[in-house]
């Protein structure tokens, strides 16, 4: 089912100026109820603008943007319930932390819903215990913990307000790959729990690989590319077209096959590629 649609949106940056941009560009696509969704492409492409339509913080220029099939902007004051369904974490954690200790930043947006104090503390408690940082750090300064640990808390910011689409840009930039990975694991589990929809915009086409349903590529301000990972991934040569690297194990595969070996390079995870050399060995057969 779709949850979220954009259907020939644009947005322009600087219209009618000597600076103008357009960052989408006739854009047409879906997100799937219950789905992880990676947006990727270059910088440039448009990926975090097509996020910032999503939840109504920038507004098309032209087309529509729809959310459970209701046009957000088709009653402009009520944007802002728009933005408790789809909640929006930035690639940056520090433009989004503001106040004076972690339990204040968490509790902001669904203070901003209404809710008693009861469910916003229910509700700091379980996005806590959902990103994995301790109670102990409620009463810190947001400003005074790790660079991984300020995304945790953003992450859980925007997870209190449980919104049905959580959008994250970059979520698991800088970290090392053990926190990556906790980091991905963590917001599988919530999709998994919640049911929500969840977007990820990455230039880590691995990450993508591993932990979307679906992919949408972006190039030029466009749509260049969108289906299941299945799909997407086995129009290599397309994406090299464009300047993309397809992951390190697919780059792998056609380095085999280019020399001869008869492997498919459909593979895009580390697992797949050892499967499909494997294959080699266990048929005795190493050439084309």
């Known amino acids: ?28 696509v879906r997100f799937e109820q219950g789905k992880i969704t990676g947006i990727i492409g270059h910088t440039g492409s448009g990926k ?11 507004k098309v220029s032209s087309g529509e943007v729809f959310v459970n099939d209701k046009n957000i902007w088709s009653e402009p004051k009520k944007i802002k319930e728009v933005r408790f369904k789809v909640g929006l974490v930035f690639q940056y954690p520090e433009y989004q932390l503001f106040d004076e200790t972690v339990r204040k930043d968490i509790s902001f947006g669904p203070k901003n819903m209404g809710l008693d104090q009861k469910e916003i503390d229910e509700r700091v408690l379980e996005s806590l ?13 947001p400003f005074d913990i790790s660079g991984g640990q300020k995304r945790r808390v953003a992450i859980a910011g925007i997870m209190a307000m449980r919104p049905e689409i959580l959008v994250l840009d970059e979520p698991a930039a800088g970290l090392d790959p053990s926190g990556k990975r906790e980091i991905f694991d963590r917001l599988r589990k919530y999709k998994d729990d919640t049911d929500s929809t969840l977007i990820i915009i990455s230039h880590s086409m691995e990450d993508m690989a591993e ?9 030029d301000s466009k749509v260049f590319l969108s289906g299941t990972v299945d799909e997407v991934f086995s129009h290599a040569q397309e994406l090299t077209g464009v300047g993309l690297m397809v992951p390190q194990a697919t780059q792998i595969l056609i380095e085999l096959r280019k020399m001869g070996y008869n492997v498919s390079t459909s ?10 050399i494997m294959k080699l060995f266990e048929g005795g057969d190493q050439g084309a």
Do not use: W
């Open 129 to 141: 215990r959902f990103v994995g940082l301790p109670e102990d750090i409620l009463d810190v300064s």
């Open 211 to 219: 932990f979307c349903d679906n992919v949408v590529v972006m190039s």
């Open 48 to 58: 975090s603008t097509l996020s910032q339509l999503l939840n109504g913080l920038l």
């Open 1 to 28: 089912m779709t949850v979220a649609e954009l259907r020939h949106a644009c947005y322009t940056y600087s219209k009618d100026t000597p600076f103008e941009k357009a960052a989408v560009n006739d854009v047409n």
């Open 267 to 276: 593979a895009y995870t580390a697992e797949s590629a050892v499967s499909e």
